[in-house]
């Protein structure tokens, strides 16, 4: 049988600690207070073996209502609850509270124990457990056996015992611990022993804890490792999910820790600060819980104070459920399905209960349209729907699997294998996931500005990929956008011309009007030999409404003129004679001096510096003190 944690609840001097003495022989009361005062205060702990052999932690809880917030932090992990009631008292103040916390908590295998069956006659003891009987309708233990026992005579203990058996078999049977999750303990003590050091306990809520791990103090975010692990007051190699495990940490002191903290495994869990949850009022409750109201909310070991954000109206009934956000003025570490218990600020009381449905939702005060359809697929959708929404969420900038795992409490190895053929999502070369619809806009995005570029700028032989990836940048980092436009290349439904992105077939296209501009422009630059007018001097006698900068552009970029600097430009036709006469002249010396250049070309030192210069860019020449010699790109 997996681990099954058993704990008590009931009122003050019900009974409990005795009872789980009798059965046990393990007193529960540790501290000083409590032997002196004859009440639990704080948590007590035992083991006990089944009549069938399986053993059991105990968890035993102070009944008193100043206590209740310490009775939660050992509730919130228990499978089976031994609720106590005095058979000479009945049902009393506390014991509707915890089982409204053990309801809220969803514990539904339990055992009722009328104790003190001995100072109490027949008929009071029927009348009790007809009480009972009627507290638990409606309740997950209202079928749960009720059984008259005493701590002192041992009567009905063996009945008892035989009930607790199949209770704890049944909770075995509805479903194992997530042994297979990483570790997750919410500490419920800390202390020190000489020659061991810090000393946490707490259930195992998850996966396994062995001595040598590295694991995780949230919410400091505190390295440590593990020095031995005992469960039972036995050492062992490793505590599963289910036992009451106490782990000797290093790299943390006593001081360090407290109550409420949770030991994890690294990087698998965080701690936050907001909590949109499914919220549900007390049937019993006297008023409506006001939104923003102050609650104190339980998990696991953690109290925390926070304002109770409900999302769907003003108020919320008793017995009502509706939508809400925790904004918590502590971190706690959630997961989608952990159930809160959340109690009035003043005077403390139970008033609630929560599931938490997103452990990292966006800070909000009222429910938009599409945060009610991404809560109603983090509650109940499948795996692949929840990870293709948050996927959706996060826009071009994608969610990775671990991301995904974090909101939605499973495993990143869940998450790939759900989504590996999901339709929703798609899977980029880095790992990220896009939903879809998102995917499908990115390429949609990258089309669309070059199609609009060409619209724009038909003179133009498509769009420089550098400029078209700044000009997304703000949408869509580096990857994505490199990912899309291969898959709209490999598509056809866009080209790539050198470093240029253009629509398929798309050429530049001049009108007969700056057909005849750009003749003009060009027989202008070959008018004066090698010497031709600057730019500014050409384009004054160009006609405006042809654009003539437009045709510049135009001119460079489809090859037919070269620019040497901003200002001078030579024709296609030009340039190639320049290099003639400069490979002209290396095969009859080696050297290139100035004089000589301007020479070749009969031009002033205006034009031979910057041509020498681009030149040497082009690799045709290199410089070497005043002369030049043949560049890398020279060729004969």
């Not at 003050?12 to 059965?23: E, F, N, P, Q, S």
């Not at 106590?84 to 089982?99: F, I, K, N, S, W």
């Not at 810090?198 to 001595?211: E, F, P, S």
């Not at 320049?578 to 034009?607: G, P």
């Amino acid at each position: 049988m997996r681990p099954i944690i058993l704990g008590t609840a009931g009122h003050i001097d019900h009974g409990k600690t005795a009872l789980v003495r009798r059965l046990t022989g393990i007193d529960t009361d540790r501290l000083k207070e409590e032997k002196e005062r004859g009440i639990s205060i704080d948590l007590g702990f035992a083991h006990l073996t089944l009549p069938s052999g399986a053993r059991v932690g105990i968890v035993d809880v102070p009944g008193h209502e100043r206590f209740v917030k310490n009775m939660l932090a050992g509730a919130t992990g228990i499978d089976v609850v031994l609720l106590v009631v005095a058979a000479d008292e009945g049902v009393m103040p506390q014991t509707r509270e915890h089982l409204a916390i053990v309801d809220l908590l969803a514990i539904g295998r339990g055992v009722v124990a009328l104790t003190k069956a001995d100072l109490a006659p027949p008929e009071r003891v029927e009348r009790s457990r007809m009480e009972v009987r009627e507290l638990l309708a409606g309740t997950l233990l209202e079928d749960s056996p009720i059984l008259p026992v005493s701590a002192v005579t041992g009567q009905g203990v063996p009945e008892l015992l035989a009930a607790l058996d199949r209770a704890a078999a049944a909770a075995a049977r509805s479903g194992a611990r997530e042994a297979g999750r990483p570790a997750r303990l919410p500490i419920d003590r800390v202390f020190s022993i000489e020659g061991i050091g810090t000393v946490v306990t707490g259930t195992l809520w998850g996966g396994t804890i062995r001595a040598g791990d590295a694991l995780e103090i949230l919410p400091s975010k505190r390295a440590v490792r593990v020095r031995r692990v005992e469960v039972h007051d036995a050492e062992v190699p490793a505590a599963v999910a289910g036992q009451r495990s106490a782990v000797a940490l290093h790299g943390v002191e006593r001081d360090d820790l407290a109550r409420g903290d949770w030991l994890v495994a690294a990087g698998r869990f965080r701690a936050a600060d907001l909590l949109d949850v499914r919220l549900t009022h007390l049937a019993g409750a006297d008023r409506a819980l006001a939104t923003r109201a102050r609650v104190r909310v339980h998990l696991g070991a953690s109290e925390v104070l926070a304002r109770a954000v409900l999302l769907e109206g003003d108020a919320l009934a008793p017995g009502a459920s509706g939508l809400a956000q925790l904004r918590l003025e502590e971190p706690l570490v959630a997961v989608p399905g952990d159930r809160l218990v959340l109690r009035s600020y003043s005077p403390a009381a139970t008033v609630a209960g929560a599931v938490v449905i997103d452990p990292a939702p966006p800070r909000r005060a009222r429910l938009l349209d599409a945060d009610r359809d991404r809560l109603r697929v983090l509650e109940s959708g499948t795996l692949p729907e929840k990870a293709a929404w948050l996927a959706g969420v996060e826009g071009f900038a994608g969610i990775r699997d671990e991301e995904i795992a974090l909101r939605i409490g499973a495993e990143p190895e869940e998450v790939a294998a759900a989504v590996s053929d999901a339709p929703g999502v798609t899977r980029l070369r880095d790992g990220r996931l896009l939903a879809r619809a998102v995917w499908e806009a990115a390429l949609k995005r990258v089309e669309g500005e070059v199609r609009r570029y060409a619209e724009a700028h038909r003179l133009r032989a498509g769009l420089p990929k550098g400029e078209l990836k700044s000009l997304l940048a703000r949408e869509m980092d580096g990857p994505v956008f490199d990912e899309a436009l291969g898959s709209l290349v490999a598509e056809g439904a866009v080209t790539v011309q050198g470093d240029r992105i253009l629509p398929p077939g798309a050429a530049p296209a001049l009108t007969e009007e700056q057909r005849r501009t750009v003749e003009r422009m060009e027989l202008r630059l070959a008018s004066q030999g090698f010497q031709p007018p600057d730019l500014p001097a050409i384009l004054a006698d160009m006609p405006r409404e042809a654009r003539p900068q437009e045709l510049v552009r135009y001119l460079i970029e489809s090859d037919r003129v070269v620019r040497v600097t901003s200002e001078l430009l030579y024709t296609r036709s030009q340039w190639e004679e320049i290099e003639n006469r400069i490979r002209a002249h290396f095969r009859k010396s080696t050297t290139l001096a100035l004089a000589d250049f301007k020479s070749i070309l009969q031009v002033s030192r205006k034009y031979a510096v910057p041509l020498l210069e681009h030149l040497d860019r082009i690799g045709l020449t290199r410089r070497e003190g005043d002369e030049r010699l043949p560049g890398p790109k020279f060729k004969n």
